[in-house]
Structures are given as C-alpha cells and as structure tokens.
C-alpha cells in the first residue's frame, strides 16, 4: 500500500541512534495520504491555552500543560469548545490540532475528529503519529488500517516517541505487521530501542526485553 524509504524517515523526523540527521524544516515524506513535515516546537507557540489545559495528555513529549490521561478525567464538551477556539486562532498549531482531534475522538465523533488528526500528522506531531498510528491499528472509532498504522508508528519511533519505540518492535515481534509492507529492520529496530529514555524500573525492563526478543528475532 505504502512504502517509506529508511533514510528519508530517519532524515524527516529525526536522527536515531546515529542512523541520519534531520532534513530541514520544510522538506516532507509521504506516507499514504499524508505529506509529513518534520515538526519543530520553536515554530509554534508554547503558550498553554485553555485548551491545553483541558486536553492535553501527560505522556506527550510536546505538552505545555500537565495534561490528563483518561477520557473521565476530561470536561468533554468544555474542552472541545476550548480546543475550536485554540485552533482558529492557530490553526497550524500540530500540538492544538491532535488535542482537539483526541477530545472528538474521546466523544466518539471520529468523523469529525479526523480534520484535526490529520492536521497533527501532517505537521509531524509526535504525539499523534503515535496514538493515530495505534488507533489506525486498533481500528478505534476509525476505519482501521494496520499497515498505515504501523508506517505511522514507525515514524513516531523516529520522532523520539517513547511509546513508538517500543510499540513498534513488540508490534513487529507479535506478528501484526505480517502482511504489511513497512520496514521490520532488526538493526532499525534496536536502533530504536537504543534510543528510548525509559522513565522508571518497568520501563527500563521492557527495554531491556524487547532489545533481547529483537536480537534474538534475527
């Protein structure tokens, strides 16, 4: 369906375990329907907004507010309204983009969520190229599309996403991308791993056994 070029990933988002450094700000990858730039911070505002306050999710490198995990934690219809606002306002903003795209996700209003999504994937978002990537996968109110899915989470690995570093190898490992066309490199993979900041004692061991699964994999 799709394929992506190693090094042209690795230049796009960001260098990995010494594998590439990064293309400048204005080149792009594709990947299925999406043109993905390389996303730089400095270009858009770090002012918290309220909507950043409302819906901004604690795991996501790129926050500028402490963020909530759970959907129960959030004043739905408050913070879809904060976010529609945010997003006039800045409406090339990744960061506000995927944070009103996941409280319309969190709604179950995916149709609606999808313009936002695709906003925050096309800015190269780390944080949406991991959780779209996983609900593409998973088929979470979305039409579900694996490979895409896996390309996307790819990507996010490359991004420096924690999640992507490890979701992607243990995906590899399980066999959900079998019949998909995306790159299942092992020295891409433990690259990856290699990369990984792992923030505690669990962590630290789920790096640890992914790194021996993959090298033991070959």
């Known amino acids: 369906m799709m394929t992506i070029d190693l090094k042209q990933a690795a230049l796009a988002l960001v260098a990995i375990a010494g594998l590439s450094a990064p293309l400048a700000a ?19 505002s770090q002012e918290p907004t309220e909507c950043d306050k409302l819906a901004s999710h604690p795991e996501d490198p790129f926050s500028v507010w402490e963020g909530k995990s759970s959907s129960r934690d959030i004043d739905l219809p408050a913070a879809i309204e904060a976010c ?18 996941r409280v319309y996700g969190y709604s179950q209003r995916g149709d609606e969520a999808m313009p936002y999504r695709n906003a925050a994937i096309e800015g190269g978002y780390p944080q949406s190229l991991f959780v779209i990537g996983y609900i593409y996968i998973e088929g979470m109110n979305i039409e579900q599309d694996v490979c895409l899915g896996a390309e996307l989470m790819r990507l996010s690995a490359f991004a420096g996403r924690f999640a992507g570093q490890v979701g992607f190898p243990h995906y590899v490992l399980s066999g959900r991308f079998d019949d998909c066309p995306v790159t299942k490199d092992t020295d891409e993979m433990l690259g990856m791993l290699a990369a990984a900041k792992p923030q505690g004692f669990y962590q630290n061991l789920l790096v640890a056994s992914l790194k021996e699964r993959v090298a033991s994999a070959e």
């Open 26 to 44: 204005h080149e792009t990858v594709t990947v299925g329907p999406y043109e993905i730039t390389t996303f730089d911070p400095a270009n858009h």
């Open 84 to 101: 529609r606002k945010a997003v006039e306002a800045d409406p090339a903003n990744p960061r506000l983009n995927y944070q009103l795209g």
